[in-house]
C-alpha cells in the first residue's frame, strides 16, 4: 500500500463517498477509499430517507438490488403542543409507481450495499483506517493521506473529503474552519421493532407502501429543531434533533430526555405501541445552510456532502446532496484525468460550477437566510404551535359559542401574545427569508 | 446549575446505551478531559447535552468523562472547541461504536 500511488483517495464511506469512489472507479480511475468504521455504514447514522433521482443519476438500476424498505406515498407535516397537533398531511396514489420517488433505508445496510457496488467498480476500498491528515509539498498542494495503520502514507493526485459532519481532517489540515455550536444540530434517534402487518394496520398501507412524520412544535422545548417518525418494513425510526447551542444553553435538558418526552406525547405513542428497541444513535446534522458553507476545492483537495455543509434544512434533505456533490466532483475528476490536467485550484473550480447549475447551489442559496431567521425566532417553535393549536380547538369544539365570537376569540389571542406588528414581522421576515 | 434528573425524570440513558454495540479500545480513550479547577460553562453543559450521557461531575465539581458508551457524534467537541478543554479523536480505526442499523 505505501509505494503505491492512486489517483484518487475518498476520506469516508458514507453516500458522498460512495457516489464519488463509485464514479471515479467506473470510469477507470485508480481510486482509494479509507473508511474508519468496521464495515461501510458502522458509524453512519440517518433518519432515512433515500431520494430515488440523486442515485438513479449514479447507479440507475438500483431498484434491481438495494436493500430498500419502503417507499414513501404519504407525508405528514405536525405542528404539535404538548397534547395535540395541527397536521398538513399528503397521500397519493401517484406515489405507488413503477420507480417510486422516495424511500426509506436503514443505513447500515444500504452503506454495505452501495460500498460493495463501489468495490464491483474497481475502487479499493480499506475499512478499520482512520485518516489522522493530509499531506502536502512544498507549495501546499494536498498529495495524500496518513491514516493510523502504522502512521502509513499513501499519496495519491487528489483527495476527496467525504469525512462528513466533523470534517475533522480538513479542520485539522487548515482546509476549513471549525463547525460553530450555532449552525449545527444534534438529532438522536431509535430503531424499533414491530411485525410488518402491525405498521401496516397502524399506518394503512399495503405491501411497502411507507409514511413518513415531519414534527415541530412544542416538542423541542423552545429549541430550534424538529421531531421525525418513518415507517421500515419491520421497524419505525423514530428521532428528534436541535441546533447544539439551544441544547448546551438551555439549562439541562438532555437528547434523550427530549427523545422520550417525544416519544410519549399522545399522537406519538399509540404508534410505537408494543414495539422493541433495538439501537439509540446520535449524529450531527450541518444545518448552517449555504452562509456557514466552507471552501469546497483547492490544490489537490475536494469536500463533498455533509463536510460541505450540503443540507437543505427546511426540505430536509442531506443525503441526495452528498450523492449529487459526491458524483459532480467525481466527473470533475474524471474530466481532468482525462485531458492530463493539474488538480490545481483553479481547475478544480469546475466543480463549484456543476453546483451552481443544479439544484445543489440553487437551493442552498434559497434557503440561505433561513438559519438566521429561525435563530432569531423562537415563536416558531414555541409560540406559534400553541396559537395553532388553541385555534384548532376553540374551531372544532361544539360548545354553544358563536362562531363570530370564536372569530374573535382566535384572533385576539394571536394579537395578544405576539401583538399585530410583531405578527406582521414574523410572516414578513419569513418571506423574505424563504425567497 | 445542572439539573439534569430534574430535567428528564426517570430517562435512564445507560438503559438505551444497552442496545448498542461498541468494540472499546480498552485502555485507549478518545477523548479526554484536560485537568481543571473549576468547569467552563461550556464543559459543565455536557453534562446534559452528551447524548450518550459520558459526562459526570465529581465529588470536586470537576467534568469527568467515561467515554465507553460514545456514539461519536462530536457535540462534545463543537461545544468545548472554543475553551479548549476537551481533546477530541476518533476511536482508531474499527474501534468504537457499531451500529447495526444506523
Not at chain 1, 13 to 21: D, T
Not at chain 1, 241 to 253: L, M, T, Y
Not at chain 2, 26 to 37: F, T
Request: glycine share 10%; with cysteine; aromatic share 10%.
Amino acid at each position: 500500500m505505501v509505494d503505491e500511488h492512486f489517483d484518487a483517495i475518498v476520506i469516508g464511506a458514507g453516500p458522498s463517498g460512495n457516489a464519488a469512489a463509485y464514479t471515479m472507479a467506473k470510469e477507470g480511475l485508480k481510486v482509494l477509499q479509507l473508511e474508519r468504521g468496521e464495515y461501510p455504514g458502522s458509524k453512519n447514522v440517518q433518519g432515512a430517507i433515500l431520494y430515488a433521482d440523486a442515485l438513479e443519476k449514479i447507479i440507475p438500476d438500483f431498484r434491481e438490488d438495494a436493500p430498500l424498505e419502503r417507499h414513501v406515498i404519504e407525508q405528514r407535516m405536525w405542528t404539535m403542543d404538548d397534547k395535540s397537533f395541527v397536521g398538513m398531511q399528503y397521500r397519493s396514489e401517484d406515489f405507488n409507481e413503477e420507480k417510486p420517488n422516495r424511500y426509506t433505508i436503514i443505513r447500515a445496510q444500504f452503506d454495505k450495499w452501495f460500498s460493495r457496488k463501489v468495490r464491483e467498480a474497481g475502487a479499493i476500498v480499506l475499512c478499520e483506517t482512520t485518516v489522522t491528515e493530509l499531506l502536502r509539498n512544498a507549495k501546499g498542494k494536498v498529495i495524500g493521506v496518513r491514516t493510523d495503520r502504522n502512521s502509513e502514507r499513501v499519496m495519491a493526485d487528489v483527495v476527496v473529503l467525504a469525512e462528513g459532519v466533523n470534517g475533522l481532517v480538513g479542520h485539522r489540515s487548515g482546509l476549513r474552519p471549525e463547525l460553530q455550536p450555532e449552525t449545527v444540530a444534534l438529532a438522536v434517534k431509535e430503531m424499533h421493532f414491530l411485525p410488518r402487518e402491525v405498521i401496516e394496520s397502524r399506518f394503512n398501507l399495503k405491501g411497502d407502501e411507507g409514511v413518513v412524520i415531519e414534527a415541530m412544535g412544542t416538542i423541542t422545548k423552545g429549541m430550534t429543531g424538529t421531531g421525525f417518525l418513518y415507517t421500515n418494513q419491520e421497524s419505525i425510526s423514530v428521532g428528534i434533533g436541535c441546533i447544539v447551542s439551544d441544547f448546551a444553553e438551555n439549562g439541562g435538558i438532555t437528547p434523550y430526555g427530549l427523545l422520550e418526552a417525544f416519544k410519549n406525547h399522545p399522537s406519538i405513542k399509540p404508534l410505537l405501541a408494543d414495539s422493541e428497541c433495538k439501537e439509540y444513535a446520535s449524529h450531527l446534522i450541518p444545518e448552517g445552510g449555504y452562509n456557514a458553507m466552507p471552501e469546497l476545492f483547492g490544490d489537490g483537495w475536494i469536500i463533498v456532502g455533509d463536510a460541505g455543509q450540503f443540507v437543505n434544512a427546511v426540505h430536509r434533505e442531506g443525503s441526495n446532496l452528498a450523492m449529487t456533490t459526491g458524483r459532480l466532483a467525481a466527473e470533475t475528476i474524471v474530466r481532468l484525468k482525462r485531458r492530463r490536467e493539474e488538480f490545481s485550484k483553479v481547475n478544480l473550480a469546475a466543480y463549484r460550477a456543476r453546483l451552481d447549475e443544479t439544484f445543489v447551489m440553487k437551493d442552498m442559496k434559497k434557503y440561505r437566510k433561513i438559519p438566521g431567521y429561525l435563530h432569531n425566532n423562537r415563536h416558531v417553535f414555541n409560540l406559534y404551535p400553541k396559537l395553532f393549536t388553541g385555534a384548532a380547538q376553540s374551531w372544532f369544539r361544539v360548545d354553544g359559542k358563536d362562531k363570530l365570537t370564536k372569530e374573535k376569540e382566535i384572533f385576539t389571542s394571536f394579537r395578544k401574545n405576539r401583538s399585530l406588528i410583531g405578527l406582521v414581522g414574523d410572516a414578513f421576515k419569513l418571506a423574505r427569508a424563504w425567497r | 446549575m445542572i439539573q439534569t434528573e430534574a430535567a428528564t425524570p426517570g430517562v435512564k440513558v445507560e438503559e438505551k446505551l444497552f442496545f448498542n454495540r461498541y468494540l472499546v479500545d480498552a485502555g485507549r480513550p478518545h477523548i479526554k478531559v484536560l485537568p481543571h479547577e473549576t468547569p467552563s460553562k461550556a464543559l459543565l453543559s455536557l453534562t446534559y447535552t452528551c447524548p450518550a450521557g459520558c459526562y459526570a461531575l465529581n465529588d470536586k465539581g470537576q467534568v469527568e468523562i467515561t467515554a465507553d458508551g460514545c456514539m461519536e457524534c462530536g457535540t462534545c467537541r463543537v461545544v468545548t472547541a472554543k475553551t479548549g478543554e476537551v481533546v477530541w479523536n476518533y476511536p482508531r480505526g474499527g474501534f468504537g461504536v457499531l451500529y447495526k442499523f444506523g
